[in-house]
C-alpha cells in the first residue's frame, strides 16, 4: 500500500481540522529555530526572497457570468449586453448597475476571440472594479477543467478528445479544480505537488509551507507534504491543541487495527508500525504546535481593517501567519482558503447580493494588507471554483455549468486586463457551448493558469510536468514565453535546471 493510499483508507483523509491532526499526515523533520528575533522592516521585506500564493476556493461553484458582464460590442457590431440580458433573462443585472472596467484589453486565447470589446462587473463588488482599474487584479475569462485543448463543439462530440470526468459534478470539479488532473481521481494537488518541490527551500520544516484555513484540502496534499491546518483566531491564546477525537482511543482507530490484526501476523506487524508512527507523529504535531504558538506571539500590529466575516477572518489569519514569515523560516508559503455556498439553483440574485460584498472588502482587505507589509508584489491570490455555471435561467437560478471566469490579485499580476477568450452569450449556433442552457468549454485551462503562477512561485519549467502532468498538451516553455501572460515576471530568475523531476502518470 503507497501513502496515498494508506492516508485514504485509514481515516486520515478526515484529518486536518486542527493543528495537531493536520501535522499528524505531515512526516517531515521536525529540526529547526525560531529564525530572526526581530521583525523585518517593510523595506527589508519587500526585498527578501519571499512568495506567496494565497488560492481562495469558492465552494459550490460560482455564476461567474453575473460577476464578469459584457457591455461592447463584438466583432460582428452585436451588442454584448443586450446578448447577455437576452440569454439570461431574469438572472441578468440591469445595464446601469454594472461597474465598468476601463479599457479592459480582453485579450482571446488559442486562437479564440474575446468576442467584446467593454465589460463590467456586479454593482457590489466596487474594491474589486478599483484594483482592476488601478493594474492590480486581472479576470481569466472562460477558464476551467482540461485534459487537452478542445477548441468546439465538434472536438468534443468526436470522441478524440479526453474529456474531464464528471463535468458537472461537484465531486469530480471541485477535486480536479485543485489537482489539475481531470483524468483521475486519485491525483495529488498542486500546491502539495509545488511544495514537494520547494519546501526544502525553507529554514524550518517543522510547520509545513502549506497552511490551511480550510482544513484538510486536496489542492495541498502532496507526495511529502500536507498542509498545516489553523483556525482563523490566530493569537497565542487561541492557537492550540484542542480534544483528541475518537479515532486516537481505544474505542477508535486502534481498536480497529487490534481486530484486523487478529487473523494475521502481518496485519498484526502493520498495527504496530501504524501505532508507532502515530505516537511519532503525535510528538512531531506537539513540537509544531510550540513552535508555531511562539512565532504568533512575534505578529506586529497591523493598521489594515479586515472586515467581521468568516472569509475577511480566514484572509486576516493569513496575513497574520504572513507577517511572521522570518520566524516561520519560511520563504515560501501556499495557503487555502473556502468560503462556500455558492450552488444557487434557486434565489441566484439574493445570494449573490449577499455573498459577493464579503469577497469584494475581504480580498480588498487582504490586498491591502500586503501593501501594508511591504509584500504586495510577494503574493499572488487567486480565485477557483467547482465551475462555471449555466448562463440560461433555470427560472430560480442557475445550474452546474463548466467553463468560468475567475480572478488572480497581486502586484506582480499584469491587472486591468481579462486574459482568455470570453464566450458569446447569443447560444445559437454556438461552437463553444456544449449544450441549449450555454455550458462553455473552457477556453484557458487550469494547467497553463497555474503554470504561470508557479514559473513565477520558483518552480523549473523543468519540474512543471510534475506539478502539472497534463501541461505537455498546452504549453511548452521557451524563455520570455510565458502560458498566458498575466503574470510580472520582471526580478524573477527562471531556473535552468536541466533534470527534470519525474513527471506523474494517472
Not at 486536518?16 to 529540526?31: D, H, K, P, Y
Not at 501476523?265 to 508500525?273: H, I, M, P, S
Amino acid at each position: 500500500m503507497n501513502r496515498r493510499d494508506f492516508i485514504k483508507q485509514s481515516g486520515c483523509a478526515a484529518m486536518g481540522t486542527t493543528t495537531l491532526l493536520s501535522t499528524l499526515t505531515s512526516l517531515g523533520a521536525v529540526n529547526g529555530a525560531l529564525g530572526h528575533k526581530n521583525f523585518p522592516s517593510k523595506e527589508a521585506a519587500a526585498a527578501e526572497d519571499y512568495k506567496a500564493l494565497v488560492c481562495v476556493l469558492f465552494s459550490g461553484g460560482l455564476d461567474s457570468y453575473n460577476l464578469l458582464v459584457p457591455t461592447g460590442t463584438n466583432d460582428g457590431g452585436d451588442n454584448g449586453y443586450n446578448e447577455y440580458a437576452n440569454t439570461r433573462g431574469d438572472l441578468a443585472l440591469t445595464n446601469g448597475s454594472l461597474l465598468p472596467l476601463t479599457n479592459p484589453q480582453c485579450t482571446g486565447f488559442r486562437n479564440l476571440p474575446c468576442n467584446y470589446g467593454a465589460f463590467g462587473i456586479h454593482p457590489l463588488m466596487p474594491s474589486m472594479r478599483d484594483l482592476f482599474n488601478t493594474g492590480k487584479l486581472a479576470f481569466m475569462a472562460n477558464v476551467g477543467t482540461l485534459v487537452e485543448p478542445i477548441m468546439n463543439l465538434s472536438e468534443f462530440k468526436s470522441g478524440l478528445k479526453k474529456i474531464p470526468d464528471g463535468i458537472y459534478s461537484h465531486s469530480d470539479q471541485i477535486m480536479q479544480w485543485q489537482t489539475s488532473v481531470p483524468q483521475s481521481r486519485r491525483a495529488l494537488g498542486v500546491g502539495g505537488r509545488i511544495a514537494d518541490l520547494l519546501n526544502s527551500g525553507n529554514s524550518n520544516s517543522q510547520v509545513s509551507m502549506n497552511i490551511s484555513l480550510g482544513g484538510k484540502n486536496i489542492f495541498q496534499t502532496g507526495e511529502s507534504v500536507t498542509e498545516y491546518s489553523i483556525g482563523n483566531n490566530v493569537s497565542p491564546s487561541t492557537v492550540g491543541l484542542e480534544t483528541l477525537p475518537a479515532w486516537w482511543s481505544s474505542s477508535g482507530l486502534m481498536t480497529d487495527l487490534r481486530n484486523a490484526a487478529i487473523d494475521s501476523l502481518v496485519g498484526q506487524t502493520y498495527a504496530n508500525l501504524l501505532q508507532q508512527t502515530f505516537a511519532g507523529s503525535a510528538r512531531s504535531a506537539i513540537d509544531a504546535y510550540t513552535f508555531f504558538k511562539e512565532a504568533i506571539k512575534k505578529v506586529p500590529a497591523m493598521t489594515t481593517q479586515f472586515p467581521t466575516t468568516s472569509l475577511g477572518a480566514d484572509l486576516a489569519a493569513v496575513a497574520k501567519v504572513i507577517s511572521v514569515r522570518s520566524y516561520l523560516g519560511a520563504k515560501r508559503q501556499i495557503f487555502f482558503v473556502n468560503y462556500g455556498g455558492w450552488d444557487m439553483h434557486d434565489n441566484l440574485a439574493g445570494g449573490l447580493n449577499q455573498r459577493l460584498p464579503v469577497v469584494n472588502n475581504a480580498l480588498k482587505a487582504f490586498y491591502d494588507s500586503t501593501v501594508e507589509m511591504g509584500l504586495a508584489d510577494k503574493i499572488t491570490t487567486f480565485t477557483i471554483s467547482d465551475f462555471g455555471r449555466t448562463v440560461t435561467s433555470n427560472g430560480l437560478g442557475s445550474d452546474h455549468g463548466w467553463g468560468g471566469n475567475s480572478m488572480v490579485i497581486g502586484g506582480s499580476v499584469k491587472g486591468g486586463k481579462i486574459y482568455g477568450a470570453f464566450p458569446r452569450m447569443n447560444l445559437t449556433d454556438n461552437t463553444q457551448t456544449i449544450s441549449f442552457r450555454g455550458n462553455f468549454i473552457p477556453a484557458v485551462s487550469t494547467d497553463e493558469l497555474y503554470a504561470e503562477m508557479a514559473l513565477w512561485y520558483g518552480v523549473s519549467p523543468a519540474d512543471l510536468c510534475y506539478v502539472l502532468p497534463n501541461i505537455d498538451n498546452f504549453y511548452s516553455y521557451t524563455p520570455g514565453n510565458y502560458p498566458i501572460g498575466f503574470m510580472n515576471f520582471n526580478g524573477t530568475t527562471i531556473s535552468t535546471d536541466n533534470k527534470p523531476q519525474s513527471c506523474l502518470t494517472y
